[in-house]
């Protein structure tokens, strides 16, 4: 079986109370569960947050929760948190980014089928990579990627750095995680890293640690729109690319 979680908080430093966010009439939150539920791979979906006003939000379009502690550090301890509380013999577990409205349940069913056939820790996906603009910018997370799609890195940084131009210039790495039960139980408990506290990227606590991280290296068909609402232009951005 396989569990899907959405971990959000109200709290937020750049967008307050950002998953209550109205996009064209619906909260953030529930645009994100209603394209995650589209998923096919997917056996149970549910929103894993500390807060009683998001609770309620999501019980009124319907959706599953799991309340859990104001504890958690970052997203994934969120997650595994959940993932402890929810009954079911679940064998991968995915962490569905909450600021995400446009996600392509595609993506995430095809993440899964890469975790399904490889063998590895954790699959996440990128993107190519064409503009320089987004290519050196800090807030678009980079990842290089070696031999079978391992992830050897990833930074705000432009990494790999170009030392000639190439076609892509680079990855771009989008939110969302898919690990095996093992690794998610084993994540919270894992030793915190310098890198992961100078780029503040927890996918590279995980890498410090040996796991294996594999990249589904995902078409622009399937990332585009590629909004992350994360700060109020990108509320605004997303909301005139809604159309219901």
């Given at each position: 079986?396989i569990l899907?979680?959405i971990?959000?908080r109200?709290e937020?430093?750049?967008?307050?109370?950002?998953?209550?966010?109205?996009?064209a009439?619906?909260?953030l939150?529930?645009?994100?569960?209603?394209q995650?539920?589209?998923?096919?791979?997917?056996d149970?979906l549910?929103?894993?947050?500390?807060?009683?006003e998001?609770?309620d939000?999501?019980?009124?379009f319907?959706?599953e929760f799991?309340?859990?502690s104001?504890?958690?550090?970052?997203g994934?301890d969120r997650?595994?948190?959940a993932?402890?509380?929810?009954?079911g013999?679940f064998?991968?577990?995915?962490?569905?980014?909450?600021?995400m409205?446009?996600?392509?349940p595609?993506?995430?069913?095809s993440?899964i089928?890469?975790?399904?056939?490889?063998?590895?820790?954790?699959?996440?996906?990128?993107?190519?990579?064409?503009?320089?603009?987004?290519?050196?910018?800090?807030?678009t997370?980079?990842?290089a990627?070696?031999?079978e799609?391992?992830?050897?890195y990833f930074?705000?940084?432009?990494?790999?750095y170009p030392?000639?131009?190439?076609d892509?210039?680079?990855?771009?790495h989008?939110g969302?995680?898919v690990?095996?039960?093992?690794?998610?139980?084993?994540?919270?408990?894992l030793p915190?890293?310098?890198?992961?506290?100078?780029?503040?990227l927890e996918?590279?606590?995980?890498?410090?640690?040996?796991?294996?991280?594999?990249?589904?290296n995902a078409?622009p068909?399937l990332t585009?729109?590629?909004i992350?609402?994360?700060?109020p232009?990108?509320?605004?951005?997303?909301?005139e690319?809604?159309?219901?």
């Amino acid at each position: 079986m396989i569990l899907g979680v959405i971990p959000v908080r109200l709290e937020s430093e750049r967008l307050p109370r950002k998953p209550l966010a109205d996009i064209a009439g619906k909260s953030l939150v529930q645009r994100v569960w209603e394209q995650a539920s589209k998923s096919k791979k997917l056996d149970k979906l549910v929103v894993a947050t500390d807060s009683d006003e998001i609770i309620d939000v999501v019980k009124s379009f319907g959706g599953e929760f799991v309340k859990t502690s104001n504890k958690p550090r970052t997203g994934t301890d969120r997650v595994y948190e959940a993932f402890s509380i929810t009954e079911g013999n679940f064998s991968f577990v995915v962490n569905i980014q909450g600021d995400m409205p446009f996600i392509n349940p595609v993506l995430i069913d095809s993440c899964i089928e890469l975790l399904e056939s490889s063998g590895a820790d954790m699959v996440t996906p990128a993107t190519p990579i064409i503009s320089d603009e987004e290519f050196f910018r800090d807030s678009t997370v980079k990842v290089a990627i070696g031999n079978e799609g391992r992830a050897l890195y990833f930074s705000r940084a432009p990494i790999p750095y170009p030392r000639h131009r190439s076609d892509p210039l680079g990855f771009k790495h989008i939110g969302l995680y898919v690990f095996t039960a093992k690794a998610l139980q084993t994540f919270p408990s894992l030793p915190s890293c310098e890198v992961e506290e100078r780029e503040k990227l927890e996918q590279l606590r995980a890498l410090a640690s040996g796991f294996d991280i594999r990249i589904f290296n995902a078409s622009p068909q399937l990332t585009t729109p590629g909004i992350e609402v994360d700060t109020p232009a990108d509320l605004e951005r997303a909301r005139e690319l809604t159309t219901c």
